[in-house]
């Protein structure tokens, strides 16, 4: 059973650009969530895609867009990158139960980017 | 505004003693906490959690401890094993909501045990 996979590993972009990143949930979940971790410091969260919308935010600007897919695959585009914006950026899957609720969240590797 | 705050980022340990993570929350609205252990070139692993309802939660060798007055939380490993050295997060959540299992992150604590 495959967990939560992400790609690509490692990417170095330049200021300006924009980038896409990529997960795939662990089987069996619908839920996916962005994270943003900034060298020594915990993850910040990003936003939340459940039913191919985006239906929880955090405060990141509107760089920061995302995708879900029917397969319940998920993509993080962000446009006009800063050198602030070097980070892990870490992908997490769940399961949305009848309750409308989240539950436990299983975390993929990361995707380290690096703006220059 | 950290909602969520891990004030040691590391702790070293001898192998077969205690660990014990500390952290600390602001907002009272939190009903949910969770600890999470990282190795590098790793994501974070879910570990031991407790509901606000609870004061204590055991799972084998970890224990978390929850003081609802104090906003304070903790995490007990024992005996302390090599394997142990991580990173390690405390998180927040609102359980109920429209929270969707949002978590807030402390900054996290590197624990070294060594042999």
């Known amino acids: 059973d495959a967990g939560v996979t992400q790609s690509p590993t490692h990417l170095i972009k330049t200021r300006g650009q924009q980038v896409t990143l990529r997960c795939s949930p662990k089987s069996g979940h619908d839920t996916v969530s962005w994270y943003q971790q900034a060298l020594g410091q915990g993850p910040q969260f990003i936003f939340q895609?459940?039913?191919?919308?985006?239906?929880q935010r955090g405060n990141f600007p509107d760089r920061f867009s995302g995708h879900q897919f029917p397969n319940y695959s998920s993509e993080l585009n962000v446009n006009a990158l800063l050198l602030g914006d070097s980070a892990l950026y870490l992908c997490a899957s769940s399961l949305t139960g009848t309750s409308g609720r989240s539950g436990e969240q299983y975390f993929g590797p990361g995707t380290r980017l690096t703006v220059t | 505004d950290q909602q969520v705050k891990q004030n040691s980022p590391s702790l070293s340990v001898q192998e077969g003693r205690i660990s014990i993570l500390n952290c600390d929350y602001t907002?009272?609205?939190?009903?949910?906490f969770l600890w999470y252990k990282k190795y590098p070139a790793e994501g974070p692993t879910f570990l031991i959690s407790?509901?606000?309802?609870?004061d204590k939660n055991e799972d084998g060798r970890f224990t978390v401890f929850l003081n609802k007055s104090a906003k304070h939380l903790s995490l007990h490993i024992v005996p302390s094993q090599p394997g142990d050295s991580a990173v390690y997060f405390c998180a927040a959540s609102l359980d109920g909501g429209t929270s969707y299992g949002k978590l807030t992150f402390g900054q996290g604590t590197i624990l070294t045990v060594h042999p």
């Open positions: 895609y459940y039913e191919e919308e985006e239906r």
């Open positions: 407790i509901s606000s309802i609870k």
């Open positions: 907002n009272s609205m939190f009903d949910y």
